[in-house]
């Protein structure tokens, strides 16, 4: 088996979080070699820090768009140089993969919708190490905004028309990035979704 480093992404109220711990226990029971870090972006660094500072101070999508891109991106060059980098280097038998909650997709998705030229967002993220999969969740954002308000307060970015723009954007990132990606529909239930990332999963680790 080979080192993988696994993306998950897409609107908040997808599953994500969900998805990713059900991927975490199926891969750490398949082999007793596997060792998994289970990370996510906006991290809990000092750019990670200000990152939430500011999406609790504005609750307006728009607004602070050229600050949390700047932030977004240096939160993401800690994150993949101190931890998602040093983790995947080869460790003798074992086996490491990484499950990344958000990456460089969320940058284009998100700043996009707030108004940044996609050319910039493309251009500041084309550096960063690739992901062997990104899995890319996807719901209609009635649904999403539906579950997140069961759940939760909603927070800057859960309002139903910006999050109607970060649906198309992260549909359109097929045609932008030629990375591995697969998009998954989260609107039926949990383990009818995992099953689908079961089988790409697999598939990378054979
Ligand atoms: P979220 O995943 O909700 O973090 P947590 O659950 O730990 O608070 O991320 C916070 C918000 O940041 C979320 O609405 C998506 C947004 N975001 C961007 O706008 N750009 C990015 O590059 C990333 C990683 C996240």
Do not use: W
Request: with cysteine; hydrophobic share 35%.
């Amino acid at each position: 088996m080979k080192n993988l480093f696994i993306v998950f992404d897409g609107m908040d109220g997808t599953g994500k979080s969900t998805q990713i711990s059900m991927l975490h226990d199926y891969l750490f029971k398949k082999n007793k070699r596997v060792r998994i870090l289970t990370t996510r972006e906006p991290t809990y660094g000092i750019h990670g820090a200000k990152i939430r500072k500011k999406l609790k101070q504005h609750k307006d999508p728009y607004k602070d768009s050229k600050d949390l891109l700047d932030l977004y991106v240096k939160d993401r060059r800690d994150h993949v140089n101190r931890m998602i980098k040093p983790f995947l280097r080869k460790d003798g038998e074992n086996v490491s993969i990484v499950l990344c909650d958000r990456y460089y997709y969320s940058t284009i998705a998100y700043q996009h919708a707030q108004g940044i030229e996609l050319k910039k967002t493309l251009s500041l993220n084309k550096r960063f190490l690739k992901p062997d999969i990104a899995i890319i969740l996807d719901l209609h954002p009635e649904t999403a905004l539906k579950r997140i308000s069961k759940a939760r307060a909603v927070e800057k970015f859960e309002k139903l028309e910006f999050m109607k723009k970060l649906r198309t954007n992260f549909l359109l990132l097929h045609e932008l990035i030629d990375d591995n990606m697969v998009i998954i529909d989260t609107s039926g239930k949990e383990e009818e979704a995992f099953e689908k990332i079961c089988k790409k999963v697999d598939k990378l680790l054979r």
